[in-house]
């Protein structure tokens, strides 16, 4: 296994020579990545490589201060041209770092969580399910930022939190390097941490502290649908909307945000007026972050700041809601993981990736039926005609399923 404390570091590719070396001897635990760097053996040109760990494994990065770089093309925008781009440029961030000790131990095996996208903190961390279990010497050591480290088990030995906005993970977090290296436990190892592992026997209360919908359960309650609140990806109505919105974002014009805002409100308010209209008991929640305009008629819980209680809030209404509806990346994790049913708003560029946001596992036809994922362009109607349908349709899916 990798280890920090002693130090067994990975062997890695020469981007210059393509030649294999052993692990160097000098690494740098710069945040979410962890970099080794050194000479090569063969042609002597030095170079950084960053360690198979989470994302690393599947995707090596090996990379020369002036230029030659090896990497995946899948990797290049969100892993690979980060990474090298930070390292060139030096770019860092300050931080503070918190030990928080919940049971003595020797041995610590590191979960490293830190990573700018709250969906790829939330997968790493799943990776404590698989370790629940050890010697009384030995435990889990979680890195995490602070703000996602309600999410950890009870069963992590200890948690170092990271004061430090998830926007700043790209880059190097001052400090953090030493207090690693200076950590008084007599050896740290780095478990695997398979990026997306399968999510159907996870204990998901242990990281939600939450139990999720019940389908028993689905008839007898009053109809409840949650949205999924953003504003930084929209429900955009059409191609030319799409356009528009990529055209604002890449020359920084903001004062496109408040009409697509308004477009989006009005979507959101057209479903509930057509679900009312065959389901009049049905109940209508908001939830996400950012809090522009009125939501008259549905229940808002969106705000501008989070904290733990705000999280568990946001948890207990997803487990009683029969769907929660959505834009892919919209942080759906959660969401899908404790309400009965999903209907995800899918832009044609995220088609690779459907699954990825996504934490729902139901049994045989139920995971079909109550998990929907439509097109970003199909309105309104067609996402009330899904919702009505399935509140329609369950009582005889289940007998018909069951019998
Ligand atoms: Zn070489």
Redesign the pocket.
Known sequence: MLSLKPLNSPAST?P??H?HNPGFGDFQFLGQHIIGLGN?M??A?FYYHNWPVGHGEQFPIAFTINGTAEFANQSALWLAHPLINMVKSQLSSSMKINRNVQRNINKGLLINCLDPCFGHIIWKLFTAARYKTLDPESGLVVLIPKQCSWMVPQHVAEIWEVEVPLSKLHVKLDGLHDFISQCPLNSLELVPQPTHPDHQNLPLKDFFKTEGFSLDSFTSRKPQITFIWREDRFWLRTKLEQWMWSFATKYNLNWFKPWFLLRQRHAIKKVVDLVKRTLPDAQFAVAGLGKAGNMKGVQDLRYLEMNTERELEWCALYAKSHFVVGIHGSSMLIPTALSAGFIELLPPYKIPFMTEDILMRHDSRFQLFLGRHLNLFCGPAMVAQHIVDAFQSFAYLKSNTEA
Do not use: A
């Open positions: 020469c210059s020579c030649k090569c063969h042609c040109v």
